[in-house]
């Protein structure tokens, strides 16, 4: 597709990797709309971006139908969802809360399927579309403490082949992307302390990726992208 004009919707675009999409797609001459719950740090985000704001929380249905709203008001139409949102915590399964389990999948599964669903009903409508879900390698194999969320990156990864499944016949993509270890607020947010050193990825690494599949022809997609450092020295 061509980037240039492009309505892009990325949710949890207000910080780390989102943000990071939401700048080089910008760059690249799309619109751009970026949610996220706190409302300070989206503004402030949508500011320095020239993105367009829209204070939602993925997890809760209401926001999600006036995302859609905010957004086909601003631009008329939409092309590419990025259904980047997610939030981690890691205990081991002994430790693990059902409240704390439930509020990560209530935003990388629930959140997701609900913002993957309204793209989709526009989407199959205009009969073209691109959903790029942001997963993580933590969807392709186990780890301890990992129950609630590499549990949560399993689903979202399940329901992306579902949707791809359902949505090819209809000319959207529907493509997933796993970062590997990305320095951004995350880990912070998460409760653990990651260790920041040069060679790990940044956010930009994973812009790059999404613009480069994106930028295909439509006449094809990348069904899954994983995206490692090189030398993440630890
Ligand atoms: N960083 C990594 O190492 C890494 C690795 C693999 C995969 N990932 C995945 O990449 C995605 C982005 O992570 P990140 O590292 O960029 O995290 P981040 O820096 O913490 O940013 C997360 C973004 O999502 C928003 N968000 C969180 N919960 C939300 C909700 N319920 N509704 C709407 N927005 C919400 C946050 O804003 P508010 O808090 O204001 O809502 C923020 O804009 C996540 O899906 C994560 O699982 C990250």
């Given at each position: 597709m061509?980037?240039?004009n492009?309505a ?14 939401a700048k080089?797609?910008?760059?690249s001459?799309?619109?751009v709309?970026i949610?996220?719950?706190d409302q300070a740090?989206?503004t402030?985000?949508?500011?320095e971006?020239?993105?367009f704001?829209?204070?939602?929380d993925?997890?809760?249905?209401a926001?999600?139908?006036r ?8 631009f008329?139409e ?5 259904n ?7 205990k081991?399964l002994?430790e693990?809360?059902?409240a704390a389990?439930?509020?990560i ?6 959140g ?9 009903k526009h989407?199959?409508?205009?009969n ?5 879900n ?9 780890a ?7 549990g949560?990156k399993?689903a ?6 579902c949707?791809?499944a ?5 000319n959207?993509?529907?493509m ?8 951004t607020n995350f ?9 920041a050193?040069d060679s790990k990825?940044?956010?930009q690494?994973?812009?790059h990726?999404?613009k480069a599949?994106l930028?295909m022809?439509d006449r094809?997609f990348?069904?899954?992208l994983?995206?490692?450092?090189t030398?993440?020295l630890?």
């Amino acid at each position: 597709m061509n980037l240039k004009n492009a309505a892009v919707l990325i949710s949890g675009g207000s910080a780390g990797i989102g943000y990071a999409i939401a700048k080089t797609l910008m760059d690249s001459g799309a619109r751009v709309a970026i949610t996220g719950r706190d409302q300070a740090r989206l503004t402030a985000a949508a500011k320095e971006l020239g993105a367009f704001p829209i204070q939602a929380d993925v997890s809760q249905e209401a926001d999600v139908l006036r995302t859609y709203k905010e957004v086909l008001a601003k631009f008329g139409e939409l092309d590419v969802l990025v259904n980047n949102a997610g939030i981690g915590a890691f205990k081991p399964l002994v430790e693990t809360e059902t409240a704390a389990f439930e509020r990560i999948f209530a935003t990388n599964v629930t959140g997701a399927m609900m913002m993957g669903r309204e793209a989709a009903k526009h989407f199959v409508q205009r009969n073209r579309g691109n959903i790029i879900n942001i997963a993580s390698t933590a969807a392709l194999r186990g780890a301890p403490n990992g129950t609630a969320y590499y549990g949560s990156k399993f689903a979202l990864r399940g329901m992306t082949e579902c949707w791809r499944a359902e949505l090819r016949k209809y000319n959207v993509r529907v493509m997933l992307v796993n970062p590997s270890e990305v320095i951004t607020n995350f880990a912070a947010t998460a409760g653990f302390a990651q260790k920041a050193n040069d060679s790990k990825l940044r956010g930009q690494e994973l812009a790059h990726a999404v613009k480069a599949i994106l930028e295909m022809d439509d006449r094809g997609f990348t069904t899954e992208l994983a995206v490692f450092a090189t030398n993440p020295l630890d």
